[in-house]
């Protein structure tokens, strides 16, 4: 299986498409202009406390209060709150660390924290809806190898999914012998096989991080950010990445340094397969992602000779339906068909729960099949597709009616992307103009980024089909607007425009205010 990852770095966002056999399966898209994120650690102070639920509201300083459960302090929450309480009440002396009681299983919120009191939090979940963001008590440090969390039970532990005894055994001994005094490690599966010296070195990483976390706490005046992952591609790129990836390619020189100097790091023979994505065309459009994202990010998803699923979220859960559409077959008879379907339909269920990043409940909502065994045969289709899903799921037999239910763990909100167009002859106002003028205006426009703003070099993104038709011909549109105003204007067909649509970008590839052709006018 052909696996690469592309990866589209823009001014506020940046998005990561993972391709399997050039058909995308997997996908997240991240706005880097918000705060929060899943693994950042706050220094946060207790707004209120909610007995009857035994939990608390924390203020971490972003919009919504975050939330946090007795069970989600921690075990080792006295020993770790301990130690920052000693680094806020003397910032200039170094904290000695205090091993006290666990916490108490069946234990009172109200008895550990008090309003006003400032805890050393992690983000778990990212906020969902109304809701804000979930956090712990319970600190995790997590590399590429292993996670290690600071003050727990002095304990090394290995991934199950390492199957060779002996490999558990060399890991626990290895890492165990170079781990800080006090802290748990958690060795991860990729760790397998790897040499003593890569261990050595994210240690040394994960320790400094929470060295860091240490100084920024002491120099902390209120709450306040302590830790934030690097950088959220570095941070994805270590949940997704495998060895069996052929190629990552990136459109921003400097993410494609860092995540050239990353792979470099954790998997010196790979690095090459890092590449830098220069051409003047969109990335996604390149590689056919764009088209893929409208296809199957809307609420009708096709997938097999006429059949469809309908995808519905409501607040409680996710909604599935599966549709036959045209897709029968006058040799075989109701049940064979509906079985077809259904099996097909799990395939395309099984990468839009990964495509979507869909948790909470999921119904599905299959064609009725009476065979039992057919049941059966798509409970256990549906398994084994789930099984490399890297998020902890459980699914349950059909029912009767055929519906299957299951849940899928959820930690930030399922991806939505609206993939409806304004008309493109109207846009949205009921009245179109001559599409015959379009050209001159697009003319106009150029003329005035030449003569008026003095930008000599500059493209002009639209749609595919209009850049064919300016594109056409010895004697195109494009030569005759290059001759009369410069030679350095370039035509980038962008599918995500619509037919009228049209964007201008200097040679940074930043796009052209259009508004200053009016403030300089005015001038």
Same mark, same amino acid.
């Given at each position: 299986?052909?696996?690469?990852?592309?990866?589209?770095?823009?001014?506020?966002?940046?998005?990561?498409?993972?391709?399997?056999?050039? /058909?995308?399966?997997?996908?997240?898209?991240?706005? $880097?202009? %918000? &705060? #929060?994120?899943?693994? @950042?650690? =706050?220094?946060?102070?207790?707004?209120?406390?909610?007995?009857?639920?035994?939990?608390?509201?924390?203020?971490?300083?972003?919009? /919504?209060?975050?939330?946090?459960?007795?069970?989600? $302090?921690? %075990? &080792? #929450?006295?020993?770790? @709150?301990? =130690?920052?309480?000693?680094?806020?009440?003397?910032?200039?002396?170094?904290?000695?660390?205090?091993?006290?009681?666990?916490?108490? /299983?069946?234990?009172?919120?109200?008895?550990?924290?008090?309003?006003?009191?400032?805890?050393?939090?992690?983000?778990?979940?990212?906020?969902?809806?109304?809701?804000?963001?979930?956090?712990?008590?319970?600190?995790?440090?997590?590399?590429?190898?292993?996670?290690?969390?600071?003050?727990?039970?002095?304990?090394?532990?290995?991934?199950?999914?390492?199957?060779?005894?002996?490999?558990?055994?060399?890991?626990?001994?290895?890492?165990?012998?170079?781990?800080?005094?006090?802290?748990?490690?958690?060795?991860?599966?990729?760790?397998?096989?790897?040499?003593?010296?890569?261990?050595?070195?994210?240690?040394?990483?994960?320790?400094?991080?929470?060295?860091?976390?240490?100084?920024?706490?002491?120099?902390?005046?209120?709450?306040?950010?302590?830790?934030?992952?690097?950088?959220?591609?570095?941070?994805?790129?270590?949940?997704?990445?495998?060895?069996?990836?052929?190629?990552?390619?990136?459109?921003?020189?400097?993410?494609?340094?860092?995540?050239?100097?990353?792979?470099?790091?954790?998997?010196?023979?790979?690095?090459?397969?890092?590449?830098?994505?220069?051409?003047?065309?969109?990335?996604?459009?390149?590689?056919?992602?764009?088209?893929?994202?409208?296809?199957?990010?809307?609420?009708?998803?096709?997938?097999?000779?006429?059949?469809?699923?309908?995808?519905?979220?409501?607040?409680?859960?996710?909604?599935?339906?599966?549709?036959?559409?045209?897709?029968?077959?006058?040799?075989?008879?109701?049940?064979?068909?509906?079985?077809?379907?259904?099996?097909?339909?799990?395939?395309?269920?099984?990468?839009?729960?990964?495509?979507?990043?869909?948790?909470?409940?999921?119904?599905?909502?299959?064609?009725?099949?009476?065979?039992?065994?057919?049941?059966?045969?798509?409970?256990?289709?549906?398994?084994?597709?789930?099984?490399?899903?890297?998020?902890?799921?459980?699914?349950?037999?059909?029912?009767?009616?055929?519906?299957?239910?299951?849940?899928?763990?959820?930690?930030?909100?399922?991806?939505?992307?609206?993939?409806?167009?304004?008309?493109?002859?109207?846009?949205?106002?009921?009245?179109?103009?001559?599409?015959?003028?379009?050209?001159?205006?697009?003319?106009?426009?150029?003329?005035?980024?030449?003569?008026?703003?003095?930008?000599?070099?500059?493209?002009?993104?639209?749609?595919?089909?209009?850049?064919?038709?300016?594109?056409?011909?010895?004697?195109?549109?494009?030569?005759?607007?290059?001759?009369?105003?410069?030679?350095?204007?370039?035509?980038?067909?962008?599918?995500?425009?619509?037919?009228?649509?049209?964007?201008?970008?200097?040679?940074?590839?930043?796009?052209?205010?259009?508004?200053?052709?009016?403030?300089?006018?005015?001038?």
């Amino acid at each position: 299986m052909n696996k690469e990852l592309v990866i589209d770095v823009r001014a506020e966002q940046v998005s990561i498409a993972l391709l399997e056999d050039k /058909k995308l399966v997997e996908f997240s898209r991240d706005n $880097l202009t %918000e &705060n #929060f994120d899943v693994g @950042n650690i =706050y220094l946060g102070r207790v707004k209120r406390i909610m007995a009857g639920l035994n939990a608390a509201f924390i203020d971490i300083g972003c919009d /919504k209060e975050a939330f946090i459960h007795y069970h989600d $302090l921690g %075990e &080792n #929450f006295p020993s770790l @709150n301990n =130690y920052v309480q000693q680094i806020l009440s003397d910032r200039k002396h170094q904290p000695k660390f205090q091993k006290l009681p666990q916490l108490a /299983k069946d234990g009172s919120i109200k008895d550990v924290l008090t309003v006003g009191q400032m805890i050393l939090v992690q983000i778990t979940k990212e906020p969902i809806s109304t809701k804000g963001a979930r956090i712990s008590g319970e600190i995790s440090i997590a590399g590429r190898f292993m996670v290690m969390l600071p003050f727990a039970d002095n304990r090394t532990t290995a991934s199950q999914k390492i199957e060779s005894h002996e490999e558990k055994t060399r890991l626990r001994q290895l890492v165990h012998s170079i781990k800080p005094q006090n802290f748990s490690v958690i060795i991860r599966t990729v760790a397998e096989g790897k040499r003593v010296a890569e261990l050595d070195n994210e240690m040394k990483m994960l320790n400094s991080r929470w060295e860091k976390t240490v100084e920024s706490i002491r120099k902390s005046k209120d709450v306040t950010l302590l830790s934030q992952e690097s950088s959220r591609t570095v941070a994805i790129l270590r949940e997704l990445f495998s060895p069996d990836f052929e190629s990552i390619y990136i459109n921003d020189e400097k993410t494609f340094e860092e995540i050239k100097n990353y792979i470099a790091l954790i998997s010196p023979d790979q690095k090459d397969i890092v590449k830098y994505y220069k051409d003047e065309i969109p990335i996604y459009d390149h590689f056919g992602i764009t088209r893929q994202i409208k296809i199957f990010f809307g609420r009708i998803v096709p997938f097999k000779r006429g059949a469809y699923l309908i995808l519905d979220q409501t607040e409680a859960m996710f909604v599935i339906d599966v549709n036959s559409g045209t897709r029968t077959k006058a040799s075989q008879n109701q049940e064979i068909n509906a079985l077809e379907v259904n099996l097909a339909a799990a395939e395309e269920i099984a990468r839009q729960l990964r495509l979507r990043d869909i948790g909470g409940i999921v119904v599905v909502d299959f064609i009725d099949m009476e065979n039992r065994d057919n049941l059966r045969m798509l409970y256990e289709r549906m398994q084994l597709l789930m099984k490399d899903d890297r998020a902890r799921h459980n699914i349950l037999p059909l029912s009767k009616f055929c519906v299957m239910e299951m849940t899928r763990q959820r930690v930030r909100p399922a991806i939505a992307i609206n993939t409806s167009e304004t008309c493109p002859t109207c846009f949205g106002t009921g009245k179109a103009k001559p599409s015959i003028f379009f050209t001159n205006q697009l003319e106009e426009k150029i003329e005035q980024i030449v003569k008026v703003l003095k930008i000599k070099k500059f493209s002009i993104c639209i749609h595919p089909f209009v850049a064919a038709f300016i594109e056409k011909g010895f004697f195109s549109q494009k030569r005759k607007w290059r001759r009369k105003y410069t030679r350095k204007l370039k035509v980038v067909p962008m599918q995500e425009l619509g037919f009228l649509q049209y964007k201008f970008l200097d040679s940074n590839k930043e796009e052209i205010d259009l508004n200053l052709l009016k403030e300089v006018e005015k001038k």
